[in-house]
């Protein structure tokens, strides 16, 4: 989105994803209460199923589309992810005994970040396949230059935090 033919700005950029998050929020509580009723399979199934159907809906869209013709498909993918999300945690966390939950939550959490972590990187690898080199050399560039731009920014002294012990 921040790229052609959009060059939308961070801010801008982040808009576009806000019927993703809405709907999400809006499904995964129901979700989970619905699964606490009826058990987890047919939500993370459904979840899951939703979530494909609607990233495969957005990759039929073209590239100038407007926020307008891209709401709808983003709205599938976060309702997909709020049917999946609550019962997934809720099948983790009652499929470890009572001593082991703390457990199985913090394996839940790594996994969940490992995942993202994982697909960010084949996904950047992907894009550098088929990108052309000097748009790879700008990229870098521009995050050194951020990365420059946040050293210079003056540090807060902490003296005044209390100290912990």
């Excluded at 047919?42 to 899951?48: D, K, M, Q, S, T």
């Excluded at 590239?63 to 992810?81: E, F, K, N, Y």
């Amino acid at each position: 989105m921040q790229g052609p033919p959009r060059f939308l700005d961070p801010f801008q950029a982040g808009l576009y994803l806000i019927p993703t998050s809405a709907s999400m929020v809006a499904v995964a509580p129901l979700s989970g209460w619905l699964s606490d009723r009826y058990g987890s399979t047919p939500f993370l199934v459904a979840g899951l199923a939703v979530s494909a159907a609607g990233f495969f809906w957005l990759a039929t869209i073209p590239p100038t589309a407007s926020i307008w013709q891209l709401t709808p498909h983003l709205v599938l993918v976060g309702a997909g992810m709020g049917l999946f999300a609550s019962p997934n945690r809720a099948a983790m966390m009652t499929a470890a005994p009572d001593r082991r939950r703390g457990i199985a939550s913090g394996m839940g959490t790594t996994l969940t970040n490992t995942g993202a972590t994982v697909s960010l990187g084949l996904t950047l690898a992907l894009m550098a396949s088929v990108m052309p080199q000097s748009m790879i050399v700008a990229i870098l560039l521009g995050t050194a230059s951020s990365g420059s731009a946040a050293d210079g920014v003056p540090r807060r002294d902490p003296s005044h935090l209390p100290r912990l012990r």
